[in-house]
């Protein structure tokens, strides 16, 4: 049984913006382009679910254009994760003594201050993933990179994440399709 996520493609925020459950658009050749190199590799008859935001719901929609069979449904759980009053800010401008007070109590302080902590994010992608697990049957995943990261440590057994160097750093591109199989 496989889940495959996929990323959304590259949105027009300015590099270095956090925008986590900000809606910021994709440029439509964009989304096409992800939709054209992935298509094809998903299987038939799978669940697909994708985040309420726009850039992925719009790449779940020029999917379904390329497979008619594969038709999304929105997911709240897989959206991307609630950086608060961070949100909209530059990682630069944000103040390195709050990101550091985030990192040293990283399961249960808020992102930003009034966002998600890591184990509220982690408890709604898990949440995701159980009833993908329990549903016995391949999925696809139009979501984020927080997501696919979230999914990874799930996968490997870890659920409550308790220190900011247990999360996982590596790149993860955007229109990227990441497998995980049971």
């Known amino acids: 049984m496989k889940l ?5 493609a590259r ?14 658009p ?5 989304t096409r ?9 998903l299987p038939p008859g799978a669940a697909m679910a994708c985040s309420p935001l726009r850039r992925c719901s719009d790449l779940a929609a020029a999917i379904s254009v390329l497979r008619p069979e594969l ?10 994760m609630d950086l608060g009053d961070w949100e909209e800010r530059s990682w630069a401008a944000i103040d390195r003594a709050e990101i550091e007070a985030w990192s040293r109590g ?8 009034s966002g998600e902590s890591t184990r509220q994010f982690m408890q709604r992608v898990a949440g995701a993933f159980d009833a993908w697990r329990d549903s016995g ?15 990874r440590l799930l996968h490997a057994g870890l659920r409550v994440v308790e220190r900011a160097e247990q999360w996982p750093s590596e790149p993860i591109d955007f229109g990227a399709l990441v497998s995980f199989e049971l």
């Open 137 to 151: 049957r391949d999925a696809v995943w139009i979501t984020h990179a927080g997501v696919i990261r979230a999914v």
């Open 4 to 8: 495959l996520l996929i990323r959304h």
């Open 33 to 41: 382009a992800a939709a054209a190199r992935v298509a094809a590799d």
């Open 71 to 80: 038709r999304a449904v929105f997911d709240p759980r897989l959206a991307e």
């Open 106 to 113: 990283f399961a249960d302080l808020r992102a930003g201050g």
């Open 26 to 30: 994709v440029r439509p050749e964009l």
């Open 11 to 24: 949105t027009t925020a300015a590099d270095g913006l956090c925008y986590g459950r900000t809606d910021v």
